[in-house]
């Protein structure tokens, strides 16, 4: 049962669509029915249910690929040291490789014996080896001795994740709306989805939230954990990083997506750093209380009555940036039309990313 489903029936919401089976991505397609953490790529072929055999096959051809094979680091050079973040089937340390500080993903304990993250893993490897832009984070390498033991080393961005970022704002109370840093670190996102999507077939990052954009020292912008095929998500809001947060309503409602799925997934990020709160976080039920049915909220979102909103819009907020009212408002219509119900209406990401660059002169001539 997809996630939407369960979280539909679990609500006993009339009228709900029927239950369907998630469909994983398929190779050569940009245009796929799957869950939300899927992609599109053409080097990613995932089946449901396929026999132990064929699983076996792919993870060989993907060891003797020689895109990996060439990427391929001895794994006694690098030291791990301490944990950073854990995801559903994947953990991130802090590493050493030649000296130099590296980000090191590994599979956690309980998944590395499962063939599925395995491969999901190795595949991730092989499409980050693929991208080759300022503001998608660089991949160092990959090692192994066993399956087991594989990882996948990158880059390491002194400055953590654009969610740690923003909860620091929020409580210290910096002002809600956009200044240059925020406007800068928008259009950083963009330009890496407008890279990413100019592949063809597109490459679609499918997992995109705050804690999947990292940033340098410098607060320097760089989006992360693209393609990988993580397990069925749990069908709530819950958590800091629950992806369904972020997720497109065409997707949580097992729909066919494309790259339009990202833009959307973009809107609720700009979303965050207009108001630094995690996104649904303040809403508030026909009574006045808040509302906690997350359930409910999901349905919500996947039919369009609920969308996120942004400070020029938003009721009840007034720590407002000191930022031209042009801007804000051009803010508002931007990040309005991202998270548009149909697809169709959402711009595409090389849209945005002139939309922003236009913006951030205005903020520019502004100030």
Same mark, same amino acid.
Do not use: P, V
């Given at each position: 049962m997809g996630c939407i489903q369960s979280a539909l029936a679990s609500a006993q919401v009339p009228g709900s669509p029927r239950p369907t089976e998630e469909l994983v991505a398929e190779g050569g397609t940009s245009t796929m029915t799957a869950p939300s953490h899927a992609i599109s790529y053409e080097m990613s072929s995932f089946k449901p249910q396929r026999p132990r055999n064929a699983g076996v096959?792919?993870?060989?051809?993907?060891? !003797?690929? +020689?895109? !990996?094979n060439s990427l391929r680091i001895p794994r006694e050079l690098i030291t791990i040291h301490r944990l950073l973040c854990s995801g559903s089937y994947t953990e991130v340390f802090l590493g050493t490789y030649h000296d130099g500080q590296v980000a090191v993903k590994m599979l956690l304990p309980e998944t590395r014996r499962s063939m599925d993250h395995v491969e999901?893993?190795?595949? +991730?490897v092989k499409i980050m080896a693929t991208m080759d832009h300022p503001h998608i984070v660089t991949l160092v390498g990959v090692a192994w001795d066993v399956l087991a033991d594989i990882c996948m080393v990158s880059e390491y961005m002194k400055g953590g994740d654009l969610r740690a970022l923003l909860a620091s704002y929020e409580t210290e109370s910096y002002p809600h709306g956009f200044d240059r840093q925020k406007l800068t670190i928008a259009l950083n996102v963009a330009l890496a989805l407008t890279y990413m999507h100019s592949f063809q077939p597109p490459v679609?990052?499918?997992?995109?939230?705050?804690?999947n954009i990292l940033l340098s020292a410098e607060i320097e912008a760089k989006i992360s954990s693209f393609g990988s095929v993580n397990q069925r998500p749990n069908c709530t809001l819950g958590g800091s990083s629950g992806l369904h947060r972020w997720t497109a309503p065409e997707v949580l409602m097992g729909e066919r997506f494309d790259a339009k799925a990202d833009i959307y997934s973009f809107g609720v990020v700009l979303s965050e750093l207009d108001q630094h709160v995690l996104p649904?976080?303040? !809403?508030?039920?026909e009574l006045g209380q808040k509302l906690t049915n997350q359930s409910i909220v999901l349905m919500m979102v996947a039919r369009g009555e609920l969308r996120v909103e942004f400070t020029s819009s938003a009721s009840g907020r007034t720590r407002q940036a000191s930022s031209d009212v042009h801007v804000m408002n051009s803010i508002d219509a931007l990040g309005t039309s991202c998270v548009a119900l149909a697809p169709e209406y959402r711009p595409t990401a090389a849209e945005v990313a002139y939309n922003l660059h236009k913006i951030l002169q205005q903020y520019t001539n502004y100030w």
């Open positions: 096959q792919r993870l060989e051809g993907l060891l !003797i690929d +020689e895109d !990996i999901a893993l190795l595949t +991730e679609l990052h499918a997992n995109l939230k705050s804690t649904y976080s303040s !809403i508030n039920g």
